[in-house]
Antibody
Framework: HVQLVESGGGLVKPGGSLRLSCAASGFTFSDYYMTWIRQAPGKGLEWVSYVSSSGTIIYYGDSVKGRFTISRDNAKNSLYLQMNSLRAEDTAVYYC???????????????WGQGTLVTVSS | DIVMTQSPDSLAVSLGERATINCRSSQSVLYSPSNKNFLAWYQQKPGQPPSLLIYWASTRESGVPDRFSGSGSGTDFTLTINTLQAEDVAVYYCQQYSETPITFGQGTRLEIK
């Protein structure tokens, strides 16, 4: 049974930092690309970043480039998102999601966590 | 960036009827060598994360009921839900994965009439 469980969200002041984690279970984590996608309250989906199965290929959306860092620890079956210089517009539920293909990259997402809420406010 | 535009923003359909949601990309998401369209559809029910319905524009994800179907090519795509059921109330998103940044449509809210 595939599970993705995000944690680390909370209230942070503008300019602050947070580190999100995503604990994966029920599948061979090291075989899959992983991604972070966010959803502002009442809004649509915005892709944030993805990382290859080995961690060597990484991409970011323009709105977070230079501020957010994605990483993974395959030994711990965990995905991370370090978020620095946070802004009010980063307020959203952050989902981790699994790429739809094992051993490669498809860039559609077949399993999602329940999400963790990040609120950036003074 | 490829802009994904869905229509309508919302629609209300009677139980048992057909719902049709459209998605248009600002540039083609068809990869000619493989003749595959890099387009996926998701369903998001209230209070839940999105769930994958369709990828490659028309391939249904395992476990998705066959009343859900996807069609289209190039820049114009359609998600069709036949015989609408109450549990289909949700917001539906299209997503292109032809290039980064990966982008989503703004969503279409489906309700029961």
């Amino acid at each position: 049974h595939v599970q993705l469980v995000e944690s680390g969200g909370g209230l942070v002041k503008p300019g602050g930092s947070l580190r999100l984690s995503c604990a994966a279970s029920g599948f061979t984590f090291s075989d899959y690309y992983m991604t972070w996608i966010r959803q502002a309250p009442g809004k649509g989906l915005e892709w944030v970043s993805y990382v290859s199965s080995s961690g060597t290929i990484i991409y970011y959306g323009d709105s977070v480039k230079g501020r957010f860092t994605i990483s993974r620890d395959n030994a711990k079956n965990s995905l991370y998102l370090q978020m620095n210089s946070l802004r009010a517009e980063d307020t959203a539920v952050y989902y981790c999601a699994r790429d739809g293909c094992s051993g490669g990259s498809c860039y559609w997402f077949d399993r999602w966590g329940q999400g963790t809420l990040v609120t950036v406010s003074s | 960036d490829i802009v994904m535009t869905q229509s309508p923003d919302s629609l209300a359909v009677s139980l048992g009827e057909r719902a049709t949601i459209n998605c248009r990309s600002s540039q083609s998401v068809l990869y000619s060598p493989s003749n595959k369209n890099f387009l996926a559809w998701y369903q998001q029910k209230p209070g839940q994360p999105p769930s994958l319905l369709i990828y490659w524009a028309s391939t249904r994800e395992s476990g998705v009921p066959d009343r859900f179907s996807g069609s289209g090519s190039g820049t114009d795509f359609t998600l069709t839900i036949n015989t609408l059921q109450a549990e289909d109330v949700a917001v539906y998103y299209c997503q292109q994965y032809s290039e980064t940044p990966i982008t989503f449509g703004q969503g279409t809210r489906l309700e029961i009439k």
